[in-house]
């Protein structure tokens, strides 16, 4: 797509630059996030970095291809790699992480009885957040790994396949805010939080909440929930701090942010709502890399050109039919192509500033290290 | 034919991406023709359906929102489980004024984060409740009810609502509540359609969906194609692109003899280039349609509509579905 007006992306410069550590792939679901997540991170290894990957739900060929196949929450070396750099690879296990967390900040016993109540059980593998929250703290423990032995110089992160790319950003302040959130403190001592700070009325229509809330659900899970905020209470400030610990190094200098979308109006909207809050929230952007664009071979010849050639051909012999299909094929494809040019115009004319460059639509999914070596080549050369 | 006369409820899932509210509002339309009424429903709070119909965001409210041929008539509601919440409250537990006091609290979403299987008891609780109105011949029943569902990763845990509850509440009215669901959606009253697309990673999900589904025995219906393109070239010509004997010069003196004015040569290889794409394109979405027919399942294919989805489009999705006999 070569008339984007917006300035090249050049991905070599944030990928191979020593001073950037981190690498933060975002943006809708299905539009080749973590197969750029892991082109770039090979990418760089092949440079002479020692990476690191952290993909979140591969797809499973991509996955063999880094030969992650086994969901065991720590980064294992990818063989094949050219050149005198490392790549490890992992896929995000939330609820090992979770555990992990729970684990690191609990003596053993007390440990033990979080992960046996059930309502940690059900927050752990489905609470709307998790994820992300799992994901953030991933890459936390994963970058003070980097900082004390050296092991790697440069994270690469996928981020999950939320409906909204700026989940990722929210989620652990949601789940923090549910945590430490008014009805759970109540809920964990009812009698105690009904009389105070929550006013009268409020406290009545609490009370016929709670009461309701047991007759519907049972008392169990209502116990639940107070057992487990009274056994987490002495280790969830060290959840929240390390939550902030890692959006404070989101906007660190040694960080960038990567957006991924394909020409599709909603994939493009998502980009550009995340765009923005990376802005305002003063997060470091490297820019846009548009996934899945179609190319037009020779764009001189214009679709009204060739549908006219086409029409005149279709009554003759085979040859001419055969070249009036291949006509109507060059055809149909610059409309994609303006179509596609007209989405991405979208957010290139809200965002004029920002750094912009494509990959071709590529016939096959990545199966092999080559394959993402390919897009590799094509992510970090000009559009 | 696919006749689906005896179901009250379509359940349309699929990767995201893949078209699935498009696809759930066609069927909506096409389900409603002759006279007959019927009820998109959307159940993830993103106002989607008011955005493919160029309307003001839902509220938690039957509308009507567009007309089927024959003076047929679709509605729209947008699910929300806060305030299903409120409403199950109020019909079971005489809440009254209360349930408002409790969701400017933040407790009735307090209560759905809490317990996220709750959530979706009260979403599909919803739609059962819809269907029921049609057994008990009610004046405001509908022929057919659609839910634009969750995408295929949540499915099956969405639908089955039982498996979810019973971890939480043994017993008690949610259980039952949850039982009741259950006895709607696992019945032949209920079909849950996939949306797919002819690539790789779409017809994976689908697969492992329907696997997932029938393990669940909750009931598949149909595989939904998505965004078919049309064959511009045929068997023969595609054979000639692959073994290489196009004879891609002499096409290209022709097409520069019908007017396009560009070096034959250079012409020839673009030409070429862009035959070759189509075919290796086509080969893969052949080898991905024959991964979906080995489902076994009824598959309706749609045609890309190149331009984007607008109202307009819808109807021809809705066409394109009837011709091929859905009912």
Known sequence: MNNINAPQLYLDDVVLNPEIHIIVCTGSGGVGKTTTAAAIALRAAEHGRRVCVLTIDPARRLAQALGIEELDNTPRKVEGIQGSGTLDAMMLDMKRTFDEVVEGHSDPERAQQILNNPFYQSLSSSFAGTQEYMAMEKLGQLHSQAQADGIWDLIVVDTPPSRSALDFLDAPARLGSFLDGKFIRILSAPARGAGRGIGKIAAMGFGFFTSALSKILGSQVLNDVGAFVTAIDSTFGGFRERADATYALLKDTHTSFIVIAAPEADAIREASFFVERLNSDQMPLAGLVLNRVTEVNLPEVTREQALAAAQELAAGDAASKFTASLLELHAQRVSQVERQQEIAHRFTAAHPGIRVTSVRALSQDVHDLDGLREIGDLLSSPR | ?327
């Open chain 2, 1 to 327: 034919m696919v006749n689906w006369s005896g179901t009250a409820l379509h359940v349309v899932s699929g990767k995201g991406g893949a078209g699935k509210t498009t696809v759930a509002a066609a069927l909506a339309i096409n389900l409603a023709r002759e006279g007959k009424r019927t009820l998109l429903m959307e159940v993830e709070g993103r106002q989607g359906i008011a955005q493919l119909f160029d309307t003001p965001p839902l509220p938690y409210e039957e509308r009507r929102i567009a007309v089927a041929p024959g003076d047929g008539e679709v509605w729209a509601l947008a699910v929300d489980a806060d305030e299903a919440l409120v409403e199950y409250l109020a019909t079971f537990y005489n809440l009254g004024r209360a349930g408002s006091a409790l969701r400017k609290m933040g407790a009735i979403d307090f209560a759905t984060t809490l317990a996220p299987g709750l959530r979706d008891v009260l979403l599909t609780g919803k739609a059962c409740e819809l269907v029921r109105r049609k057994t008990k011949r009610a004046d405001n029943a509908y022929d057919a009810i659609v839910i634009d569902a969750p995408p295929t990763g949540r499915i099956e845990q969405f639908l089955n609502v039982t498996a979810q509850v019973s971890a939480l509440a043994k017993t008690g009215p949610i259980h039952r509540h949850a039982e009741m669901v259950m006895g709607v959606i696992g019945s032949p009253q209920t079909a849950v359609h996939l949306v797919t697309l002819l690539e790789e990673m779409p017809v994976q999900e689908t697969i492992d969906a329907v696997a997932q589904l029938q393990t669940a025995n909750l009931p598949v219906g149909a595989i939904f194609i998505n965004m078919v393109r049309d064959a511009l070239l045929d068997e023969k010509q595609m054979a000639k692109v692959r073994k290489g004997t196009l004879g891609i010069k002499k096409l290209s003196d022709i097409a520069v003899a019908a007017g396009i004015h560009q070096d034959p040569s250079v012409l020839a290889t673009a030409l070429l280039q862009e035959a070759h794409d189509h075919v290796d394109r086509s080969d893969l979405e052949a080898r991905e349609s024959s991964r979906v027919d080995e489902l076994g399942l009824p598959t309706i294919s749609l045609p890309l509509i190149s331009r984007g989805i607008d109202l307009g489009s819808l109807y021809l999705l809705a066409d394109a579905m009837f011709d091929q006999g859905v009912r």
